[in-house]
């Protein structure tokens, strides 16, 4: 099946710095999400972006699907930026299931 | 409120005794997934389902069930629970499963012992 990998596994953070997450996937796919789960376990969908570039607020997102990765920027972070960070993918030759990536986590220090 | 739901949120129970975790949304939304996590494995998508009476298996459907006979509900069933089922369980429902956000609920803690 297709592989999921997200780096860097772990992520400290200064408050007001800015930082990257990269998720790879190892084949063609129809949709990918991004997800955070806070440190109470509260899972948040981000984002939804087979490809291109999207933004919410001090988070964005840009997809490249023919290289395969996309990308999370997280900008000005804040401590409630702190969690774990989720991509998740569906593969064009799987249907409908989603498969997560095995995340990053981010903490934000005062 | 816009919200899924589950019940229970904590659950022990013993190997072989049938059980059933309910998710509920009050979105009118088609599509519902289920999901677990485990530590090292990160989450994994058990069954979906498309729309009413529609369900399709996803990474790990071996030993549970699911239904999905009205668009509000879509209960996990786990028939003879064994301890490798004990995981965090989170139910998610979304408008549209191509193009909308998913929203998830509380999550279920299952022990089997």
């Known amino acids: 099946g297709i592989q999921v990998e997200q780096s860097p596994p772990d992520l400290i953070l200064q408050e007001g710095a800015n930082s990257t997450l990269r998720c790879n996937f190892s084949?063609?796919?129809?949709?990918l999400q991004w997800f955070h789960q806070n440190p109470w376990g509260q899972l948040i969908n981000l984002f939804y972006i087979p490809s291109g570039t999207k933004q919410n607020g001090r988070l964005s997102a840009t997809t490249v699907a023919t290289e395969r990765y996309s990308l999370l920027y997280i900008s000005s972070s804040q401590t409630t930026d702190s969690g774990v960070y989720f991509c998740a993918v569906e593969p064009k030759a799987a249907g409908n299931k989603l498969t997560f990536g095995g995340g990053t986590r981010v903490l934000v220090k005062p | 409120e816009a919200q899924v739901t589950q019940n229970p949120r904590y659950l022990i129970t013993v190997t072989g005794k049938k059980l059933t975790v309910t998710c509920s949304q009050n979105?009118?939304?088609?599509?519902m997934s289920w999901y677990r996590q485990d530590p090292g494995l990160g989450l994994r998508q058990i069954y979906y389902s498309m729309n009413v009476e529609v369900t399709d298996k996803g990474d790990v459907p071996e030993g549970y069930k699911v239904s999905r006979k009205e668009k509000r509900n879509f209960p996990l069933i786990l028939e003879s629970p064994s301890p490798n089922q004990t995981s965090l369980y989170f139910c998610a429902s979304a408008r549209d499963r191509r193009t909308d956000t998913q929203y998830f609920g509380p999550g279920t803690r299952l022990t089997v012992l």
């Open positions: 084949d063609s796919v129809n949709n």
């Open positions: 979105m009118n939304h088609e599509y």
